[in-house]
């Protein structure tokens, strides 16, 4: 066997690889008898049957096994003689494979080249650490207060107001032809969150309760009904209920229906979910922090196959969330194309960074670590172990579990050896400064 190499780009070959005849005949043979062993023809015992006949009878099959097997032998050689880490193929061409003559082929291979790391231990990094403020534990006790709201009729009024709530009838028309999917009876909404389309909103703030008003609205583009979306739609409108809400007020009968017996005690709760949702917000800016440096001190070549493949993982889980709030999504605009484009260019280079670390501190996740990690995962979803288990090995997620849990463990490691600075948030630093004067 003999081949030539050619350099398309630091992270892309082409080779092209001559099987002398002599290679393939005996490669020809070998396969052929891997068939005749599990031959079973008429007049011959299982196994028996001569190797002429296996020829003939399937040398279009054992031609066919010979090429892939001579393509990934010689794919394999190449990348160990050459020392090339090959993670894909592409572009094979040949011209046909006969067991009396030379077999030819090029194909075109992706590499990830030799790198060296940066010093990663001692790393710099900073921490923005976030410090709890009463103005955020009155919003929370606020936010609470609200999840309890009521809301009650006020029976004289006849006009909205922002902030109000209303009971409406509404039904959407294309030309004579009503939408299903847009009625709606003795519905509540919220006037002024943000909620509703704007001119929708703004009709409903001019109307007067028990009239019914004719109005046209042109639907977004986006918008989760299809037969709305992009359309000018006649909309008919009446408001049968102005309501407003009320909240609770924090009382012994309050407390104790949400489980506290006095208000310090509720107040207690806050500050410890407050504290640890603003540590887990310290621990990403650190993360973040990490990753960024890792990033800007390590500049290597890789496959932009392995950027493409991720984008277009993150356009399909951009999709499947925007479906999940109900909205369907074709296009994807600019900006958010471009957060995207970073996000995976960003996520294959630390993942290579992750690595080249794990392997060269031998750090890895066992066997162990993965079981655990899916029977939590199995106890948090109320579901039986080994259905999870099963669910994982079917659809050959094990590994993925392994890939994270490693890469949490390199993560830590870095954590444990770095130099960290607390510093204040970002967001406190662009604050300005009050005039005293």
Known sequence: MSFEIIEISKTEKQAKFNVSEKEVSNGFIEVAKLYQKDADEKGFRKGKVPLNIIESKYSKQILEELKSRLINLYVRKLSIENNLNVVRTSKL????????????????????????????????????????????????????????????????????????????????????????????????????????????????????????????????????????????????????????????????????????????????????????????????????????????????????????????????????????????????DDKTLKVIDDSAFRNVKIALIFAEISKLENIIAEDKEVGEYLAAFASSQKVPVDKVLKYYKDNNLLNDVKVKLTDEKVIQFLISSAKIKEVKPKEEKKKPKKDKS
């Open 93 to 332: 061409k040949d011209q046909g494979i006969s067991k009396s003559s030379d077999f030819k082929f090029e194909i075109n291979v992706e590499i990830i080249p030799e790198f060296k790391l940066k010093d990663y231990k001692k790393i710099s990094i900073e921490k923005e650490v976030f410090k709890l403020t009463k103005k955020e534990i009155t919003e929370a006790k606020s936010n609470v207060m609200n999840n309890f709201a009521t809301t009650e009729e006020v029976p004289k009024r006849k006009k909205i107001k922002k902030g109000d709530f209303a009971d409406i009838n509404f039904s959407g028309f294309i030309e004579t032809k009503e939408i299903e999917k847009l009625k709606r009876q003795n519905a509540i909404v919220e006037i002024g969150n943000g909620s509703l389309i704007p001119e929708i909103e703004n009709e409903i703030l001019n109307a007067e309760k028990n009239k019914e008003v004719e109005f046209f609205v042109t639907y977004p583009k986006d918008f989760p009904i299809e037969d709305a979306a992009s359309k000018k739609v006649k909309c008919l409108l009446k408001i049968n209920k102005i309501l407003k809400k009320v909240t609770p007020i924090i009382n012994q009968e309050f407390l104790e229906k949400i489980g506290f017996k006095t208000e310090d005690d509720f107040d207690k709760r806050i500050s410890e979910d407050l504290n640890t949702s603003l540590e887990q917000k310290s621990q990403s800016s650190l993360r973040k922090n990490l990753f960024d440096e890792l990033i800007d001190q390590n500049e290597f070549d890789f496959p932009q196959s392995f950027v493409d493949d991720e984008k277009i993982r993150l356009k399909q889980d951009y999709k499947n969330k925007m479906a999940q709030q109900g909205i369907k999504v074709e296009d994807l």
